[in-house]
Antibody, heavy 120, light 106 residues
Framework: EVQLVESGGGLVQPGRSLKLSCAAS????????MAWVRQAPKKGLEWVAT????????YYPDSVKGRFTISRDNAKSSLYLQMNSLKSEDTATYYC?????????????WGQGTLVTVSS | EIVLTQSPTTMAASPGEKVTLTCRAS?????MHWYQQRSGTSPKLWIY???KLASGVPNRFSGSGSGTSYSLTINSMETEDAATYYC?????????FGSGTKLEIK
């Protein structure tokens, strides 16, 4: 059974940093692109970042480019999101999601999400 | 950036009614994915590559479309189908979602 378990969310002040983690199990982690998707309270879904199987390619929307960094450790079956210079508009539930074997493939599995609140 | 516009924003359907949700892209895309999100839960992949049902999805659901116009159809609405449905394009970065259609039961 595929499982994605996020951790690391919490309350953080504007301008500070936070690092999210996602522990994956139930599949061969190194075979799949991985992603982060967020959802602000009562709002829709927003893609945040995607990383290739080896980690050599990463993709971001303009809203987080230069502030967020996605990374992975295939040996530990873990995905990370380093978030710097956080803004109030980054407040959201952050989901770890598994793509297929290419970057445009659907988000086939999702974690339960971890809430990040950016507030002073 | 490809903008996805979903319609309607909200709708209510009676049990047994046929329902069609639409998703229009600002530029042509190769395929569309759809997700279902019930209140308080994580999204689930529902339909991928325009017309393929994800595992466990009832066959009263179907997907179709091409180019800039895509749709998700429920042949006969059931209570458990009440949820928000999002379309998503994977043809080009940035990956984008539609704003969702909230489907309620009458």
């Amino acid at each position: 059974e595929v499982q994605l378990v996020e951790s690391g969310g919490g309350l953080v002040q504007p301008g500070r940093s936070l690092k999210l983690s996602c522990a994956a199990s139930g599949f061969t982690f190194s075979n799949y692109y991985m992603a982060w998707v967020r959802q602000a309270p009562k709002k829709g879904l927003e893609w945040v970042a995607t990383i290739s199987t080896s980690g050599s390619r990463t993709y971001y929307p303009d809203s987080v480019k230069g502030r967020f960094t996605i990374s992975r450790d295939n040996a530990k079956s873990s995905l990370y999101l380093q978030m710097n210079s956080l803004k109030s508009e980054d407040t959201a539930t952050y989901y770890c999601a598994r793509h297929g074997d290419y970057g445009g493939s659907p988000f086939a599995y999702w974690g339960q999400g971890t809430l990040v609140t950016v507030s002073s | 950036e490809i903008v996805l516009t979903q319609s309607p924003t909200t709708m209510a359907a009676s049990p047994g009614e046929k329902v069609t949700l639409t998703c229009r892209a600002s530029s042509s895309v190769s395929y569309m994915h759809w997700y279902q999100q019930r209140s308080g839960t994580s999204p689930k992949l529902w339909i991928y590559e325009t017309s393929k049902l994800a595992s466990g999805v009832p066959n009263r659901f179907s997907g179709s479309g091409s180019g800039t116009s895509y749709s998700l159809t429920i042949n006969s609405m059931e209570t458990e189908d009440a949820a928000t449905y999002y379309c998503q394009q994977g043809s080009s970065y940035p990956l984008t979602f539609g704003s969702g259609t909230k489907l309620e039961i009458k």
